[in-house]
């Protein structure tokens, strides 16, 4: 299909110019279309964006649960393809369902809440790695497990190299604590956020 | 295949282009919020089994043409019955639109013109898209859309179209 078969003329283009919709209009619009499109069970995954000292992350949740937390460097645009792919392309900016998980999140780099209360949507966790994601949340606030204390406790000792990408995989950093697993000679070892936000999260959990 | 890609995308990069439309069709008020709302979730609704190589522009002004027809004809059974239907589509200066001057003009463009420079100018479809819509041939509505377009250019309150570009 195509559309304009000529170029715009002066005009024309200065007829878009003119008549570009304000944008606190299109976002009020865009606030009834989330409002409409949620009581109608059309939203597969909403979305926001939330700033924390760790930079900004993408929070995403289905009917279900949280399903998805990213940061910054995963590349925002490329997480959400991945769930409308994996999910569903029913992904709205939609930030009413994301409410009580980032007001947790708030309180969290606060310094006010040392666990999350929220239902997460485990469907992005399989196998060996779903395993110890699901491990992880076991590993309490200001405490830290190895690698290797980690494969022990899912019962898999050897597995120490397949805990490492099962943290290096989690699809809900920050509330399903990866940070909290380091080598076994303290140092941090990798993070999805990058070492600086892995450093933070521990010193935090640390100093309150 | 069938689309992959985030709905969100779509509401970002056409969601202007189709309050556009529905401005320019049904005036600059409720009734083109209403057809706006009406367009995108109809387009949520439907965007899981559309192909993937859709012309997603194109394809969400068609369904804004469908709506603002329901809203259109909602709004006359909702209206007082009268011996004659008045021959005007729109609310004009609603206050809060971007620029009152050019959506009073477009109003006051000759119906055919106005939805030609609706579906073609504003809404970027081909004249021949466009004729489908609203009927004719894409002769007729090239001829609707440019002559619209200089009715606007000749508009008194829109003195700097064109002329003086982007003056306000």
Redesign the interface.
Known sequence: ?????MP?????A?????????DD??AR??R??ED??QD?G?VE?A?TEVDTPVGRLLLAATEVGLVRVAYEREGFEEV??K???GI??????APARLEPAARQIEEYFAGHRTSFDVALDRRLSHGFRGLVQRHLPDISYGHTQSYREVAIHVGNPGAVRAVGSACATNPLPVVVPCHRVLRADGSLGGYVGGPDAKATLLELERAA | MT??????QA?ARH??TV??VC??VLGPGPDA?DA??ET??AA??E??GLPEDT?V??WLVRVAHRKAIDVTRSRARLAIPTEAVPDRASTIGVP?G??PD??SA?AALPERQRLA?AY???G????T?TAELIGGTPAAVRRAAADG?RS??RNPH?IG??EE??H?
Request: positive net charge; glycine residues 6%.
């Open positions: 299909m195509t559309t304009n078969p715009p003329t002066a005009d024309a200065d007829l878009l110019a003119r008549t570009t919709p304000d209009v299109l619009l865009h009834r279309l409409a499109a109608q059309l995954v979305y959400l393809t769930l409308a792919t569903g392309p029913r992904v709205l900016r | 689309m992959k890609q985030p709905f969100e509401v969601g202007a309050l556009r401005r320019a919020d706006w709302s995108f979730l949520l609704r965007w899981p012309n522009q194109a809060g971007t620029d050019i959506w477009v420079v073609h100018y504003l970027g479809l081909a004249h898209q377009l606007l250019r829109l179209l064109a570009g982007h306000r």
